[in-house]
Each structure stands twice: as structure tokens, then as C-alpha cells.
């Protein structure tokens, strides 16, 4: 079964570093999303990605982060000089179409820790 | 403000009980509306979703939903627990007025006790 995949599952890195969370969606599918979820809190909406464009983002997603499509396969969020409270499970989800059309397939997160 | 609500925290059943995880919305737009589970260490999968037409839709793993639009609830129930469905449990809603996104509930914590 096609399945979101996330790379690296754990992260640990200094404040002010920059980090690049890794995902590859499933291969046909057209929508990318970042979500993520700071221990005990809700999951939250950053970003969503079509057509090689970001299509929608939140107030979380200023401009400490970025997201790319480097090539066909790849999905990437970029986060520019960490701070302690960016430490958070971030997941990679997509879609073949919209969320009000189709489902979102989750990956298994990354567990970012900025210490 | 728009939100969804999940309003046990935790949940406890004994295995081969019956089981309902309550959601609720405040949302004015037609919602599409989801199920997610996440077991520990482990990412969202997706139980079942409600798109339109019936109302009780059916998931994996043996769990059913009911789309209730005068109670602006979708609660997900599973007629004989087993040991292995203890997870987190996310509810979340998509709707056109929210845009092409989903906000959770804040879950439910799903503990099975044999």
C-alpha cells in the first residue's frame, strides 16, 4: 500500500540551527501538507503546496520557514534559526485532490527537538 | 470561533466493551469529516471519512461513524474493543469555508483495559 514516508523520524538539533524535514508523498498524489504538533497541544495546519506553489499557510508559517519541491518525488520543510518552542512532531501529509474531495495520507512524523 | 471538540481527554473501556469517541464541530458550511488514529510512535492513519450520502459510514478495523448534522456531531464507535485499539483518536474537519485544510479536535486517549 502507498504510504507517506518521513526521514529522519528523530531530530535533535541547537537553537538557532537550520534543519530540513524530508518527506516523499505518495507518487500521485498532487496536494502536500505540513502539520505539526507540539507535545500535549493539537495538531496544527502550516502550509499546504500545489502546483509547485504554496497554496495555503498559516500564521504559524512565517518566514523562520520555507517549503520546496526540489524534484518529483521530494517534499521539504526548511526551518531558518530554530527556537526552543519550534520543537514539535511535524508530520508530511498529501492528497490526490483537495481536502474536500479526498482524504490526507499522514506520515509517521518527525520529532524535532530544539535544545 | 470555528473549531472542532473532542470532549473526553481519556477514555478508558475494557477489552470486548463497546466503545463511542465524541466529536463535535462549530462550523456553518457543509463539513467533510474525518477520523484519524495514532498508535504510539506511530503517524495519523486514517479510520474513515464522511464526504456526503449516508450518514453511518464505515471504517477500518471494524470502527463505524455517524455523520449527525442537527447535533453538529460525528462520533466513532467500535461495538467490541480489542487490546490493540488502544491509540489516540483525532477527530477533523474540512470544510470550503476553512479552505483546503484540516483542523483536529485536540483527541481522545483511548486506554483498554483486559
Known amino acids: 500500500e502507498p504510504e507517506v514516508t518521513q526521514t529522519p523520524s528523530h531530530q535533535v538539533t541547537q537553537m538557532g540551527q537550520e534543519v530540513i524535514l524530508r518527506c516523499v508523498p505518495i507518487s500521485n498524489h498532487l496536494y502536500f501538507y505540513w502539520y505539526r504538533q507540539i507535545l500535549g497541544q493539537k495538531v496544527e495546519f502550516l502550509v499546504s503546496f500545489y502546483n509547485n506553489e504554496i497554496s495555503e499557510k498559516s500564521e504559524i508559517f512565517d518566514d523562520q520557514f520555507s517549503v520546496e519541491r526540489p524534484d518529483g518525488s521530494n517534499f521539504t520543510l526548511k526551518i531558518r534559526s530554530t527556537k526552543l518552542e519550534d520543537s514539535a512532531m511535524y508530520f508530511c501529509?498529501?492528497?490526490?485532490?483537495?481536502?474536500?474531495?479526498?482524504?490526507?495520507?499522514f506520515g509517521q512524523g518527525t520529532r524535532l527537538t530544539v535544545v | 470561533a470555528q473549531s472542532v471538540t473532542q470532549p473526553d481527554i481519556h477514555i478508558t473501556v475494557s477489552e470486548g466493551a463497546s466503545l463511542e469517541l465524541r466529536c463535535n464541530y462549530s462550523?456553518?458550511?457543509?463539513?467533510?469529516l474525518f477520523w484519524y488514529v495514532q498508535s504510539p510512535g506511530q503517524g495519523l492513519q486514517l479510520l474513515l471519512k464522511y464526504f456526503s450520502g449516508d450518514t453511518l459510514v464505515q471504517g477500518i478495523k471494524g470502527f463505524e461513524a455517524e455523520f449527525k448534522r442537527s447535533q453538529s456531531s460525528f462520533n466513532l464507535r467500535k461495538p467490541s474493543v480489542h487490546w490493540s485499539d488502544a491509540a489516540e483518536y483525532f477527530c477533523a474537519v474540512a470544510t470550503m469555508e476553512y479552505g483546503n485544510k484540516l483542523v483536529f479536535g485536540a483527541g481522545t486517549i483511548l486506554r483498554v483495559k483486559s
Open positions: 462550523y456553518g458550511a457543509t463539513p467533510y
Open positions: 501529509a498529501s492528497s490526490y485532490q483537495g481536502l474536500l474531495n479526498t482524504e490526507a495520507f
